[in-house]
């Protein structure tokens, strides 16, 4: 206990940086022996360290000033005179420690930040850019090496007589250098192989890779063409596929950067047609493949007639082989992109939108498990909005409704529905889309909505005709012919026809205008005849057309205006007769109405053989698809009668081709206007002088024309100078002087 004690207390006399120091010595060493061996473990650490007697540079740093450190040195003088001799002896500058050099030893440990940043030069670089092109000793790279058509014509005839990977691997170097150019990107050129300056460069080595580089590259993997060109092997099954990967890698995404680059129609096209042919080496590589896709889709909806069409042979293609992986989220990109490119609707891009509900039906059809869960969830959407309308009432939320993109969307899945039916698992969403569409109709039923009406009657129509399902569009049909007088005079009138195809909604002003009720009436007897000709072959036709029949003739009844009552009796006509030849099969049937199945059998024999409004439809729908095509267009139909254009000049231009040919008369004496103003007042006495002088001026002028006609009086005339000339006239014919002869009545 006694040796414990007066350890403490000798403990108690250390401080700290001697006890850490002293390595935590044992309880069974002696006291005297513990502090020499700690003195001198502190010594030796300080010799060895130059940064302080703790042993580490982290310890110092904490507690080391350098005077602290001076302090704890000058006790060692005192502690352990023999060591401290010696460390005078062999390290004097550990003893000759001082402020300056703990300073500047710090400083040369510590990192401190410059007051300014460099900026490395252009010659400055890495020693190795990404593509192992080596640099100089000044962080040079070696200079591009320019590329000239005698390299890319000596490329082609290596590559066709056999394409090695080396060779490969030099033409796609220099395919990305020209790709790089296009986008401006001078560091990705400078970094190349091979630097390409010259737009006849470019374009044979483009062609060159777009025609030929990728046939000689399937050579080489699989050495002959397979005989089925629709199942092309993988490339990753060649045993080359390995040298040539990276390299491959490296073409096609430049590919996908120069058909994003590319304006020309032209030269895209040919680059899309060289992308469908590559389609198995993009599924390669999934990276690539959905840069790809990406592209594709922003061609498919933006680009040029034939660039939307390639652009979507390759989604096609792709979302094929690999509709795991990319079928669903190039349909919900698509559509996406059809739902923001149809916020507005003209006559020019009627096209584009019925193109893009085509191909993205289509697109659909690939999976009909995928397609539900699409059109489940979009279809829903639609509800959600249309619930909000109904249940709020205000004119927000119906603007979120009575728009384009909303009608566009329901018509899309209408035709969805339609063309994949019989489908068992896009059957269930049948009622509710109609209940959405007739949602719509019922929202704001005015006369200022009838085009939006006409765009869901249409859909409803082409849903109940695709899925063989009765939906009762006729009653939002026939209500138009009892809101609308027809009788009615027209307020005002118009030049131009309205056309429903490109409006949601009418205006005040043309709910007066008489082209609103030829357009209506128009509008009606198109709705009528296409969905009754979609029921033309129904056994219970007599009956669905009969709410028509009535309508129709209470149309005629009250209809003053001869137009519209023939168009309607024309109608009339043909649903009668219909009616009647549905009759007469249907009274030779031998099966009853229980029987669904004959039922079924005898409507497709019916549809098979066709009926009298179908022949109708079909003749007609030749003829308004014609029509509908010129009003796309733009033309209007008084173009066919070729009336004669007349060309009216400017005023301004008719004033200066005027003073240019009359300068000359400005340019007349006083004394002509003079003499002019005197053979005016010597006319103006009496009306009856004023008359025999126009009458002899009127014999005197035919008599010249007679002379000048025989004598060739012009010609002779034509010899004066124009100033002369116009004395004469202004001059005119010497006065003559007559004797009146007056009677004794005069």
Not at 135 to 162: H, N
Not at 316 to 340: A, E, G, N, W
Not at 379 to 398: D, F, G, P
């Amino acid at each position: 206990m006694a040796a414990v004690r007066g350890r403490k207390r000798r403990l108690a006399e250390l401080t700290v940086d001697e006890f850490l120091a002293s390595g935590f010595d044992s309880e069974s060493e002696s006291e005297p022996e513990g502090a020499a061996e700690a003195e001198a473990r502190v010594a030796r650490g300080a010799s060895r360290i130059p940064g302080g007697p703790g042993g580490s540079p982290s310890a110092s740093r904490r507690k080391g000033h350098a005077s602290e450190h001076k302090d704890q040195l000058s006790r060692l003088k005192d502690k352990d005179p023999e060591f401290y001799k010696f460390l005078q002896e062999n390290d004097q500058s550990l003893l000759n420690f001082s402020d300056s050099d703990s300073s500047e030893g710090d400083e040369q440990r510590l990192h401190s930040l410059p007051e300014a940043l460099e900026e490395a030069s252009e010659e400055e670089g890495e020693d190795e850019d990404e593509d192992g092109v080596s640099r100089g000793p000044r962080g040079k790279k070696r200079d591009s090496l320019p590329v000239t058509l005698a390299m890319v014509e000596r490329w082609k005839q290596a590559a066709k007589q056999r394409l090695t990977p080396k060779l490969f691997h030099e033409v796609v170097q220099a395919f990305r250098a020209a790709v790089a150019t296009t986008q401006g990107d001078q560091d990705g050129a400078e970094a190349s192989k091979f630097q390409v300056t010259d737009s006849a460069v470019f374009n044979a080595l483009v062609t060159f890779c777009v025609r030929d580089l990728f046939g000689c590259l399937q050579n080489l993997l699989f050495g002959k063409a397979p005989r089925d060109s629709s199942r092309l092997p993988q490339p990753s099954s060649s045993p080359l596929w390995g040298k040539l990967r990276l390299d491959v890698k490296a073409y096609l995404s430049s590919v996908v950067q120069l058909v994003a680059c590319v304006a020309e129609a032209t030269v895209a096209a040919a680059l899309l047609r060289h992308v469908g042919s590559s389609v198995p080496y993009f599924l390669t590589f999934p990276k690539q493949c959905r840069m790809l896709l990406k592209r594709m889709v922003v061609l498919w909806s933006t680009g040029e007639e034939t660039l939307r069409v390639l652009a979507f042979l390759v989604l096609v293609r792709v979302c094929r082989h690999k509709k795991d992986t990319f079928l669903s989220p190039v349909l919900k990109q698509m559509y996406i992109t059809y739902v923001r490119n149809c916020k507005f609707t003209s006559p020019g891009t009627l096209p584009l939108i019925g193109f893009m509900q085509r191909t993205l039906t289509e697109l659909l059809a690939l999976d009909p498990s995928v397609a539900y869960q699409h059109a489940f969830l979009y279809i829903r959407q639609l509800a959600v909005h249309l619930r909000s309308a109904m249940t709020t009432r205000k004119k927000e939320t119906y603007q979120s409704v009575y728009n384009w993109q909303f009608v566009h969307c329901l018509q899309l899945w209408c035709r969805v529905l339609s063309t994949l039916c019989p489908s068992d698992a896009l059957q269930p969403l049948v009622y509710p889309l109609a209940q959405v569409v007739l949602g719509c109709i019922r929202l704001v039923p005015t006369a200022r909505f009838y085009p939006l009406r006409m765009h869901c009657v249409r859909a409803l129509t082409l849903l109940s005709e695709g899925t063989r399902t009765f939906i009762p569009v006729l009653p939002f049909i026939l209500e138009v012919f009892q809101q609308v007088d027809f009788n009615r005079k027209p307020g005002r009138m118009s030049s131009k026809p309205i056309s429903f195809a490109v409006i949601l909604k009418l205006s005040k002003a043309n709910l007066q205008e008489k082209a609103y009720r030829d357009g209506l009436v128009e509008q009606l007897y198109d709705l009528t005849l296409e969905h009754l000709h979609s029921q033309a072959h129904s056994i219970a036709f007599p009956e669905l057309a009969l709410p028509a029949v009535l309508q129709l003739k209470s149309f005629l009844r009250e209809c003053k205006v001869a137009n519209y009552c023939r168009q309607v009796r024309q109608l009339l006509e043909k649903v009668q007769e219909n009616s009647e030849y549905i009759c007469s099969l249907r009274q030779r049937a031998p099966f009853g109405v229980a029987n669904r199945q004959a039922v079924d059998a005898w409507e497709k024999q019916t549809r098979e053989e066709g009926t009298p409004l179908t022949k109708y439809y079909s003749q007609w729908r030749k003829l308004r698809d014609r029509e509908i095509q010129l009003e796309i267009s733009g033309k209007e139909r008084l173009e066919d009668l070729n009336f004669p254009e007349i060309k009216r000049r400017k005023l301004g231009d008719r004033k200066d081709e005027d003073r240019i040919e009359f300068k000359d008369l400005f340019d007349l004496d006083s004394d002509e206007d003079e003499a002019a103003d005197f053979s005016e007042r010597g006319t103006s006495g009496s009306p009856g002088a004023q008359q025999e002088v126009e009458e002899e001026e009127e014999d005197d002028s035919s008599g010249e024309e007679a002379s000048s006609s025989e004598d060739g009086g012009p010609d002779e005339e034509a010899g004066l100078a124009p100033r002369e000339l116009w004395r004469l006239l202004a001059q005119g014919p010497e006065d003559e002087l007559q004797d009146l002869q007056l009677s004794e009545e005069d």
